[in-house]
């Protein structure tokens, strides 16, 4: 090795979901740097899938209410309590939807 040349992980380590001994390196991102058990791997896919799924329904819900409720004024105006629930995707729309409609 290169003096200064950085030194690459073991490939086998400790599980950092569980602690089980046979976690192997997985890559995260853009670097390899955490240690999944098969059965952590295996948890950590379906919760990923699960929020990708979460996030498509989401997405195709707020859009069809949108078409339904996003022209009401009132509704859209209180901007505050749509943002509590859509995380504030439906104040933007909201905005951007009147700011059209005023061109």
């Known amino acids: 090795?290169?003096?200064?040349?950085?030194?690459?992980?073991?490939?086998?380590?400790?599980c950092d979901g569980c602690g089980a001994p046979n976690g192997v390196l997985r890559k995260?991102?853009?670097?390899?740097?955490?240690?999944?058990?098969?059965?952590?791997?295996k948890k950590d896919a379906l919760y990923l899938g699960a929020i990708t799924h979460l996030n498509v329904l989401y997405e195709v819900s707020l859009q069809?209410?949108?078409?339904?409720?996003?022209?009401?004024?009132?509704?859209?105006?209180?901007?505050?309590?749509?943002s509590g629930i859509t995380?504030?995707?439906v104040g933007e729309e909201a905005a951007k939807a009147r700011e059209e409609g005023e061109s």
């Open 87 to 89: 995380g504030n995707a």
């Open 1 to 14: 090795m290169i003096e200064g040349e950085a030194q690459g992980l073991p490939l086998y380590g400790f």
């Open 64 to 82: 069809a209410w949108q078409t339904i409720w996003g022209d009401e004024k009132y509704i859209t105006d209180n901007i505050s309590e749509l």
């Open 28 to 41: 995260t991102g853009m670097n390899f740097s955490e240690y999944f058990c098969p059965e952590c791997t």
